[in-house]
């Protein structure tokens, strides 16, 4: 890792570490360890997503809240891809563009959390859990372990099948927008992370987390700023986070799947209307068959039946059958509302043609014949249309 990254001071979500001496020596062994990404598969990644950026290319990211160094077993590794790669599928079929698929896969080890502590049901206070990389679940294993940061590497090598490299400052960046930044401040945050508007088109990738209930509020005036600044970032929608509730007991977190489909649906109509597109979804979820999201698409799944088989780390995930109908009913929604609003464009230009012949057609009339002839002006004006209207939602 660049030595001008190291150097950065933490100003949020700190590890607390008690020998100090012991973190040291893990991180001059993690340096002397070959990174996990290439610098050519950075640049690759950079153009991939400048196509997303300027509407020719789909992103689809997804996978666990958390990982756990018990996940990285090949069946488990497989159940993940093989999700992604059906979801691909589905959304190229729809909307006839080709999808990239980008894993939260390989080190979602380590997790910032809104509570450094929780509270046991005895009063007791204990450090939360961070994450595999820091230190586990278990109650006699929270105080954080700086070894942790060894095995996250191995583990993360493991599931790349030791695929070499790892980022640099020119990495893709991606920033998740709930809905409380103003335009003014994201724009002041592009302008910093790229001051170079043509030559970084892509290198942003907005990750709006809005919540079904705001985006129609909130987001016009996002992209409306953007626009305005001359940025291209990526436009992605986390159809997850700004979703989550917690059960009347107060007792586990979940998602409701009709509810995170629904602010995927919105984004995307929001995005059209405003000259916009958007690029890519992102989505919690695993291709294991979990009970943690309620209101199963298929069937219906009830907030009695989430302990069955509810097994994250974190946030809760959509099942692998959950995810695939999601995806599949998101796409039919885009292929609909692009052909409605194709045809309703076709329809608007053609009559715009046909009021401008009539124009043109009355401009060579004789005008006495005109004062002479009112009735048969007015007929001769009214077409009736080709077809009927098509509303655009």
């Known amino acids: 890792m660049p030595s001008c990254i190291i150097s950065k001071a933490i100003n949020a979500q700190a590890v607390e570490y008690r020998d100090k001496s012991a973190v040291d020596k ?17 640049e690759e990644a950079r153009e991939l997503f400048a196509s997303a950026a300027k509407g020719e290319r789909f992103i689809l990211q997804g996978g666990d809240c958390a990982e756990s160094f018990e996940d990285v077993q090949l069946d488990i590794i497989n159940s993940k891809t093989s999700l992604l790669a059906e979801q ?17 896969i390989a080190g979602q080890y380590a997790k910032p959390r809104s509570n450094p502590v929780e509270t046991l049901a005895d009063g007791t206070t204990i450090l939360a859990f961070r994450g595999h990389n820091i ?7 929270r105080t954080p372990d700086p070894d942790r940061l060894l095995r996250g590497y191995f583990h993360s090598a493991a599931t790349l099948n030791t695929v070499s490299v790892f980022g640099s400052l020119r990495t893709p960046i991606g920033i998740k927008l709930s809905s409380k930044p103003s335009p003014e401040e994201l724009v002041a945050l592009l302008n910093r992370l790229c001051p170079d508007k043509t030559g970084e088109t892509g290198r942003i990738t907005l990750i709006t987390r809005l919540g079904a209930l705001n985006v129609e509020a909130a987001l016009p005036p996002l992209i409306k700023a953007v626009q305005a600044s001359g940025h291209q970032p990526v436009w992605m929608c986390d159809l997850c986070h700004g979703n989550t509730f917690t059960t009347a007991d107060g007792k586990i977190k979940t998602r409701c799947a009709m509810t995170m489909l629904e602010e995927a649906q919105q984004t995307y109509a929001v995005h059209r209307r405003s000259g916009s597109r958007l690029g890519g979804l992102h989505i919690e979820q695993t291709g294991e068959s979990v009970t943690e999201c309620v209101e199963h698409i298929a069937s219906g799944t009830g907030q009695l039946s989430l302990g069955v088989n509810y097994r994250t780390l974190c946030d809760p995930r959509l099942s692998r059958e959950q995810a695939i109908l999601l995806v599949a009913r998101f796409a039919d929604y885009a292929k609909t ?30 005008m006495p014949y005109v004062e002479d002839h009112p009735q048969e002006l007015a007929a001769f004006a009214y077409q009736p249309p080709l077809m009927a209207g098509v509303a655009c939602s």
């Open 88 to 104: 691909a599928d589905i959304i190229e079929s729809k909307l006839v563009l080709p999808v990239t698929c980008v894993g939260r």
């Open 337 to 366: 509302f692009d052909l409605e609003r194709d045809t309703h464009m076709i329809l608007e230009q053609q009559r715009v043609e046909r009021e401008k012949d009539i124009v043109d057609e009355m401009a060579v009339v004789d």
């Open 135 to 141: 230190n586990g679940p278990g109650l006699d294993q």
């Open 26 to 42: 893990v991180c001059r062994s993690l340096q002397q360890l070959p990174p996990l990404v290439s610098p050519a598969q950075i």
